[in-house]
């Protein structure tokens, strides 16, 4: 299908798609990589009047080490996210739920930010957030914030970025001595995960993200409460669906995303070492 009508804003800075942000409010949308925006414009899901074009603004693709964390520019690429020596060493998680995302195509072209601005509970990367406990940047007409990521996805595919708000930075706990495993369901290796499951074990905490077992990427926190208490990684595993409302689609109903999500668990919790 061909998208509604839009205007076609290229940015040459941040400030200046803030100021596109601030002029339009919510008839625009932000533009990095596409590949999660284009579909829903294709369909009709999504009409912006606008389209606020950032996917060339170098300044926002970077990799950091900033100490305690990894500061992550929002407009890097999946690719570079990917094969980053400071990220396999440091976030090995993140690096390898990355190498799982769409296709070569797609990591070469997509964003860390557009994935996680986007909100889609489908989606790989929520869940590894979720999982190491990341801090996402906003940048906005007030300045800067700080967004705790239990904080940031309010609803499906909503976020707690305002529409005059652009999100600059991904910060990462670094965790170089973590275990960890990443597992994902689906019928293609492109495709969208039926579920998928982030885990990651640091310094005697735990971390569990689920994909695509409710309305917005979901934090498993019976799985992590189970955990804390000395659970073995199959009983904790069993509470993986509690608190969830999977959706119901053409590829799986509530009952068999909530089995997934139980047995992808529990093969990521024995991959972390639990």
Not at 28 to 37: I, N, Q
Not at 109 to 129: K, N, Q
Not at 152 to 164: K, Q, R, S, Y
Request: a negative charge; hydrophobic letters at 45%; charged letters at 20%.
């Amino acid at each position: 299908m061909i998208p509604a009508a839009f205007d076609y804003i290229r940015a040459g800075s941040a400030e200046e798609a803030l100021a596109a942000l601030a002029e339009h409010g919510d008839e625009a949308k932000l533009l990095a990589g596409g590949h999660s925006l284009l579909p829903l414009m294709k369909l009709r899901l999504a009409t912006p009047a606008v389209l606020v074009d950032i996917g060339r603004l170098d300044d926002l693709s970077y990799i950091n080490d900033a100490g305690d964390h990894l500061a992550i520019g929002a407009l890097t690429r999946h690719r570079d996210v990917e094969t980053s020596a400071l990220v396999q060493s440091q976030a090995g998680l993140l690096a390898e739920a990355t190498s799982h995302v769409g296709d070569p195509q797609v990591r070469h072209r997509g964003t860390i930010g557009g994935s996680i601005a986007h909100g889609d509970p489908a989606s790989d990367l929520p869940s590894v957030m979720l999982a190491m406990r990341a801090t996402l940047v906003a940048r906005g007409p007030g300045g800067e914030r700080e967004i705790a990521v239990d904080d940031f996805f309010t609803g499906f595919l909503e976020t707690a970025l305002g529409d005059d708000e652009l999100l600059t930075e991904i910060r990462v706990p670094k965790m170089p001595d973590a275990t960890w495993g990443f597992q994902k369901f689906n019928r293609r290796a492109q495709d969208w995960a039926i579920v998928g499951v982030s885990a990651i074990v640091a310094n005697g905490n735990s971390g569990v993200g689920l994909v695509n077992m409710d309305s917005t990427p979901v934090r498993a926190a019976g799985v992590e409460a189970a955990l804390a208490g000395g659970a073995s990684a199959s009983d904790a595993a069993e509470a993986a669906a509690e608190g969830t409302n999977p959706p119901s689609d053409l590829n799986a109903g509530p009952e068999y995303r909530e089995h997934l999500a139980r047995v992808l668990t529990r093969r990521a919790l024995e991959a972390a070492g639990r």
